[in-house]
């Protein structure tokens, strides 16, 4: 299985802050890499996919980067509705794997 | 407006059965791959099982595989999840979710029902 590690696991940060969230995959994923944002008792929504391409509807100041092993979620300035927790997703191979989560919090 | 409905949950005792289901509309179901994805309560994102759009292609977690079933009836825009032998460590929100294959992302959720797993 390709397990998926996140850093951080939270993050404490202000209104108008840049953010970066990374993720680790075991192995090479290629491109194969969703990020999504989940606030508390809600369902989680796709940010990014294919590692790079914003899903549509979703704000330009997400942006991602990445492939291979190493990737990242970018908020180019935070806004008070993104803070939320974070997590991303390989969809290389099954079993489909999850990072452990971002917890992005107000500072 | 694509909407993912489930339903089923509830409390079931330590190796009972439960049978989760998803209701689909607002787009043509059969064309779209459907999974299973848990959270159990303060915790991550689980993903639990995958359909293809002609349930020719089936797949499960580790964790689940002997115990939980997945179908669809494509006729009834719905699918399925079958539970048997439930354990303690099952407890969570279960979400139908929908995606294109296994390659692609998830792009909707459904809003989740809760199975609980306790005597």
């Known amino acids: 299985d390709i397990q998926m590690t996140q850093s951080p696991s939270s993050l404490s940060a202000s209104v108008g802050d840049r953010v970066t969230i990374t993720c680790r995959a075991s192995?090479?994923?290629?491109?194969?890499l969703n990020w999504y944002q989940q606030k508390p008792g809600k369902a989680p929504k796709v940010l990014i996919y294919d590692a790079s391409s914003l899903q549509s509807g979703v704000p330009s100041r997400f942006s991602g980067s990445g492939s291979g092993t190493d990737f990242t979620l970018t908020i180019s300035s935070l806004q008070p509705e993104d803070f939320a927790t974070y997590y991303c997703?390989?969809?290389?191979?099954?079993?489909?794997?999850f990072g452990q989560g971002t917890r992005l919090e107000i500072k | 407006e694509v909407q993912l409905v489930e339903s089923g949950g509830g409390l079931v005792q330590p190796g009972g059965s439960l049978r989760l289901s998803c209701a689909a509309s607002g787009f043509t179901f059969s064309s779209y791959s459907i999974n299973w994805v848990r959270q159990a309560p303060g915790k991550g994102l689980e993903w639990v099982s995958y359909?293809?759009?002609?349930?020719?292609?089936?797949y499960y977690a580790d964790s689940v595989k002997g115990r939980f079933t997945i179908s669809r009836d494509n006729a009834k825009n719905s699918l399925f999840l079958q539970m048997n032998s439930l354990r303690a460590e099952d407890t969570a929100v279960y979400y139908c979710a929908r995606s294109r294959s296994t390659h692609s992302p998830v792009d909707y959720w459904g809003q989740g029902t809760l199975v609980t797993v306790s005597s």
């Open positions: 192995q090479s994923i290629s491109s194969y």
């Open positions: 997703q390989q969809s290389y191979s099954t079993p489909i794997t």
């Open positions: 359909i293809s759009s002609s349930s020719s292609i089936i």
